[in-house]
């Protein structure tokens, strides 16, 4: 949240920004976050990301679908091969179908007393109960095959769906994890990038001020020799030196201008990377405010090992990685598990048989449960299982690799500012010997005791003192960078 309220500030100023020619450190961090390619890209992963955990949260509610199909077909359904002739019979008192002696055509005959059966085709009597075949009827009643046939020619089939998961093992509670995991990661890239850049912004900005810082040693250099060669061009006037000792300082200052005109060079090029950083035209930055070098950094305060880790956004992702894999062994546990889903559905046909074969649309709601059972799987189930512990297994070493390699990190950064205090310490002390240096041999030059080869070069040991200086304070305001963002703390401060 720091980090963000810190950014907005940042970006709050960048109309302001637009105006100016010559940039300052916080407001190059300021065009690289407002217009960096690769900020831009990170925080669109961070939104598919959202919207996908979003999505896995859907799996949760039902579904509802609706389909339609027609269907043109060549024949009709009819269930009579032809004309059917069914028996005319009477309804009974009990509400059964019956019949009554005058009904049918058999003889009867009186089979006990009081007791007449009917009888058959060869004249023996039977039961009509237990063999109704037997009975020749007297009356029939026509069905037509056309009253049971079901015009299809042209079939239309419409209809409304909803499923909703009861239990799927535990599936869809693991797939919104493995969803929140992925949107935690991209966001932890997200601000891994935001701080590489920052570094590439520190680190081309402070490139640009040693460069520039050279190009002035340079220039100053160029000056010493041009002021050096005019007084011996008046002491050759004079006899007091040869035309050999003005030939020598004619050939340093030739030198130090191509010197210094690689060093121009140089900060035109290192302008322009600093402007590709931000996000700008090459050009677009032309020049840079003047950082005070000369007063270090201060050192912010020293975390424990343990706070280095919860710091570090490579190693929340790795965290996350480690969540999804845990998920994705649970989702491989849960397939041994039956799912169970509740359905209900709205079809509507034409034609229909609803009420009878009518040729018009009609319809009827069902709903129900299905339920599906895993039993033989070949092995696939439990080998998927096995891989899914092996890549939590190769999740778990990642996580102990980096915090290895972390801890290798900050002793290589902590000695890199021991370094590079000492390099600044013994940069200041050889700059102090090498400005006493050229002034006796300055004045000893003007006393005639010493030649112009001495001064020219202490004026040589000089530039490459001062010159050496300013990289070892750039150096070490880079080490406390390096220092800070292996720590996990905030760089954008």
């Not at 009827?364 to 599906?372: D, K, Q, Y």
């Not at 070949?378 to 390699?405: C, M």
């Amino acid at each position: 949240m720091k980090k963000t309220l810190s950014i907005t500030l940042l970006l709050l100023s960048f109309q302001i920004i637009r105006a100016q020619q010559s940039y300052s450190l916080e407001q190059c961090r300021a065009l690289a976050m407002e217009n960096n390619k690769r900020i831009s890209m990170s925080q669109e992963r961070v939104t598919a990301a959202e919207e996908l955990r979003k999505a896995a949260f859907t799996q949760y509610l039902p579904r509802i679908s609706a389909n339609g199909a027609w269907l043109w077909n060549e024949k009709s359904i009819s269930l009579l091969h032809e004309d059917a002739l069914l028996p005319v019979g009477t309804k009974m008192p009990d509400g059964s179908f019956g019949f009554r002696q005058d009904q049918i055509k058999n003889q009867w005959m009186q089979v006990s007393p009081g007791v007449y059966a009917p009888l058959d085709a060869s004249g023996k009597p039977f039961d009509p109960k237990v063999n109704p075949e037997k009975i020749i009827w007297k009356d029939y009643a026509l069905l037509p095959k056309e009253a049971v046939e079901m015009d299809i020619h042209n079939l239309f089939v419409a209809g409304v769906g909803l499923s909703q998961p009861l239990f799927l093992g535990g599936k869809i509670r693991e797939l919104n994890r493995i969803a929140k995991s992925s949107e935690k990661i991209a966001r932890s890239m997200h601000e891994k990038e935001i701080e590489d850049i920052l570094t590439e912004v520190d680190e081309a900005y402070w490139r640009v001020v040693s460069v520039k810082g050279k190009c002035a040693i340079a220039q100053e250099y160029l000056n010493l020799l041009t002021l050096l060669e005019k007084n011996i061009h008046e002491m050759v006037k004079e006899g007091l030196l040869s035309k050999g000792d003005l030939l020598k300082v004619g050939v340093k200052r030739s030198e130090a201008e191509l010197i210094n005109t690689k060093a121009l060079n140089g900060l035109t090029l290192s302008l322009m990377s600093l402007s590709q950083i931000c996000g700008l035209d090459p050009n677009s930055i032309t020049s840079v405010v003047e950082e005070d070098i000369s007063a270090n950094p201060n050192l912010k305060e020293g975390l424990s090992i343990e706070d280095v880790y919860s710091n570090r956004v490579e190693l929340k992702a790795l965290g996350e990685l480690t969540h999804i894999a845990e998920s994705n062994l649970k989702i491989m546990k849960s397939r041994y598990m039956p799912n169970v889903l509740l359905t209900a559905n709205y079809l509507i046909t034409n034609p229909n048989a609803y009420n009878g074969i009518e040729n018009k649309f009609g319809g009827m709601f069902n709903a129900g449960l299905a339920v599906n059972i895993p039993i033989f799987h070949f092995g696939d189930k439990n080998h998927t299982l096995r891989a899914a512990k092996s890549q939590l297994r190769v999740s778990e070493l990642k996580t102990e690799e980096a915090k290895e390699l972390i801890k290798l990190q900050l002793k290589q950064s902590e000695y890199k500012i021991t370094e590079a205090v000492k390099r600044m310490e013994t940069s200041q002390y050889n700059l102090e010997r090498a400005t006493e240096n050229l002034r006796f041999a300055t004045e000893a030059f003007k006393e005639g005791v010493v030649p112009v080869s001495d001064v020219l070069e202490a004026q040589v040991s000089w530039v490459a003192a001062k010159s050496e200086l300013t990289d070892s304070k750039i150096e070490y305001n880079l080490c406390i960078l390096y220092l800070n963002k292996a720590q996990g703390k905030d760089i954008s401060k």
